[in-house]
């Protein structure tokens, strides 16, 4: 996830002091992705130094007001064209898990699968109570929120697909027609 460019932005629609764009980012997304406010101002720090937002200074409360900057538009504007990349997969540490669990003597791999499958089928229910609720009074802000959480779904049921593979292809391995 690049919060750079979710800053930047964020600050298209207008000014603001870092703590109101952790809240909006928040809030835009469900707060799916909890930011941390010193990440938030060291991203604001750097988009300065890099001449894409500037300090427009503080605001008579204590809080120092960020807007965005032309090159910090044409940025912003080529994140959103630029598809997503999947030249390095983002790391999935229940796949690493399971490929370590495969190869480490002892480890009850079924187990494994099987407590994943709970917390997977559990977050599903979740995703899909939340997605109900929201979808029952819908209003147009809450359009980001469902899409964020369509996405969650949608991870989770192929995560579930997933486990069902791996269960099926240790059941493969332990079979007696498998030396």
Same mark, same amino acid.
Not at 20 to 39: H, M, Y
Not at 77 to 92: D, E
Not at 112 to 118: L, M, P
């Given at each position: 996830?690049s919060?750079r460019?979710s800053?930047l932005?964020l600050?298209?629609?207008?000014p ?6 952790r809240?909006?980012?928040?809030? #835009? =997304?469900?707060?799916a &992705?909890?930011?941390n406010?010193g990440?938030v101002?060291? =991203?604001?720090? #750097?988009?300065?130094r890099?001449?894409l ?5 503080g ?10 900057t032309?090159a910090?538009? =044409?940025?912003?504007?080529g &994140?959103? /064209?630029?598809?997503?990349g999947r030249?390095?997969?983002?790391r999935n540490?229940l796949?690493i898990k399971?490929?370590?669990?495969v190869t480490?003597p ?5 187990a494994?699968? /099987?407590?994943q ?5 559990k977050?599903? /229910?979740d ?5 109900r609720d929201a979808?029952?009074? /819908?209003?147009r802000?809450?359009t980001a &929120?469902?899409?964020?959480l ?8 192929a995560?579930?697909r997933w486990?069902?593979?791996?269960e099926?292809?240790m059941a493969q391995l332990n079979s007696?027609?498998?030396p």
């Amino acid at each position: 996830m690049s919060i750079r460019h979710s800053l930047l932005a964020l600050l298209q629609d207008k000014p603001r002091y870092g703590y109101q764009l952790r809240v909006e980012f928040e809030d #835009r =997304t469900g707060s799916a &992705w909890p930011l941390n406010i010193g990440q938030v101002y060291t =991203t604001l720090d #750097r988009l300065e130094r890099d001449g894409l937002v500037r300090n427009d200074g503080g605001d008579g409360e204590g809080h120092v007001i960020y807007s965005i900057t032309d090159a910090g538009r =044409t940025e912003v504007t080529g &994140w959103f /064209q630029a598809p997503v990349g999947r030249g390095n997969p983002p790391r999935n540490e229940l796949a690493i898990k399971l490929a370590l669990a495969v190869t480490i003597p002892g480890v009850d791999v079924a187990a494994v699968i /099987q407590a994943q499958r709970g917390a997977s089928m559990k977050a599903l /229910q979740d995703y899909t109570k939340s997605r109900r609720d929201a979808s029952a009074n /819908q209003r147009r802000a809450d359009t980001a &929120w469902l899409l964020v959480l369509d996405s969650l779904i949608f991870q989770t049921e192929a995560e579930v697909r997933w486990l069902d593979l791996c269960e099926a292809r240790m059941a493969q391995l332990n079979s007696p027609s498998n030396p």
